[in-house]
């Protein structure tokens, strides 16, 4: 079984910062493509972020210069370094993953709890 888990969420004011991290374990093969979603309240998730396997990176508008992902591929794991948030911000963060689990060229999808991220004064 493949599991991720989010760490790091938390609240901070205005122009703060936080770095929200997410671990793959179980059986991963590989990984093709990593990203973090967003979902504030009463709104559909969105794509904050994303990078695939060659480290090509996208981002949402609202995020861009802002938001940085990054990845170890020695720890399975993903990050979203946040600067300078906003209250907008706001929302339950969400990592996502595709990957293979037994090198067979069967790629699934994971997602992880989520974790909150509150920006407020």
């Known amino acids: 079984q493949v599991q991720l888990v989010e760490s790091g969420g938390g609240l901070v004011q205005p122009g703060g910062s936080l770095r929200l991290s997410c671990a793959a374990s179980?059986?991963?093969?590989?990984?093709?493509?990593w990203a973090w979603y967003h979902q504030a309240p009463g709104k559909q998730r969105e794509l904050v972020a994303s990078?695939?396997?060659?480290?090509?990176?996208n981002y949402a508008d609202s995020v861009k210069g802002r938001f940085t992902i990054s990845r170890d591929n020695a720890k399975s794991t993903v990050y979203l370094q946040m600067n300078s948030l906003k209250p907008e911000d706001t929302a339950v963060y969400y990592c996502y993953a595709e990957l293979d689990p037994t090198g067979r060229d069967y790629w699934y999808q994971y997602w992880g709890q989520g974790t909150q991220v509150t920006v407020s004064s």
């Open positions: 179980g059986s991963i093969f590989s990984i093709r493509r």
């Open positions: 990078m695939a396997t060659g480290g090509t990176t």
